[in-house]
């Protein structure tokens, strides 16, 4: 079965602080995950993809295929990283699932 | 113009009623979607076009029904939907479909009495 999970629901740190949001897929072909955003008020947009290997606003994501997963890590996170996460795999061909998601909320 | 508009931002119609959800890019995307995404859930798929083509449907009922005029128009013509329906409906493009990054509309939400 095609899968996304995002085990949790809220995830809430101080300023300063390392974060990481977990994903998890499950996939039988080759993946491309995403991890997209939604700041308060504003609408979806991507964050980054696991083929672009880049840093994003601090963001990285490493896709382990031995573990299926894509976790998103920031080593100092900023108040205004506080905004709901979605994990999403592509599955080839024309279909995107997301995880359930986690609210990021930085604490001052 | 790097976005994409929908119309209206927000829609209360009866079970009765005929309407139509409006979604519009101009950045000479080939690929749209549809969405829907009720509250503290993820965006789910219902509908991928592609070329103007219907290229996925993801068991919609009949009551959902998408149309793609030209590359850069896409509707979704309701009619008797159930309260059940109530959601954020969501569109979004691409480049293609494939691995390409999906830029999203803010949402039409939609409310069934």
């Known amino acids: 079965a095609q899968r996304v999970t995002q085990p949790e629901k809220l995830l809430s740190v101080f300023k300063g602080a390392p974060v990481e949001l977990k994903c998890n897929y499950s996939?039988?072909?080759?993946?491309?995950l995403f991890w997209y955003v939604q700041y308060s008020r504003q609408r979806l947009q991507l964050l980054l993809r696991h083929i672009s290997r880049e840093s994003i606003k601090g963001f990285t994501a490493d896709l382990n295929k031995g573990e299926t997963s894509f976790h998103l890590k920031k080593p100092f996170a900023q108040e205004e990283d506080s905004a709901m996460y979605y994990c999403?795999?592509?599955?080839?061909?024309?279909?995107?699932?997301f995880g359930a998601g986690t609210r990021l909320f930085v604490k001052a | 113009d790097t976005e994409v508009t929908q119309t209206p931002k927000h829609l209360v119609m009866g079970m009765t009623n005929k309407k139509s959800l409006k979604c519009e890019q101009h950045?000479?995307?080939?690929?749209m979607y549809w969405y829907k995404q009720k509250a503290k859930k993820p965006p789910e798929l219902m509908f991928v076009?592609?070329?103007?083509?219907?290229?996925i449907n993801e068991s919609v009922p009949s009551r959902f029904s998408p149309e793609c005029p030209n590359s850069s128009l896409l509707n979704l013509h309701l009619h008797a939907l159930q309260p059940e329906d109530s959601a954020l409906y969501l569109c979004?493009?691409?480049?293609?479909?494939?691995?390409?990054?999906?830029?999203f509309g803010p949402g039409t939400r939609l409310t069934v009495t």
């Open positions: 996939y039988s072909g080759s993946p491309e």
């Open positions: 076009y592609s070329y103007e083509k219907l290229s």
């Open positions: 999403a795999l592509h599955t080839g061909g024309f279909k995107t699932i």
């Open positions: 950045m000479g995307h080939r690929a």
């Open positions: 979004a493009s691409s480049r293609e479909t494939g691995i390409h990054e999906q830029y």
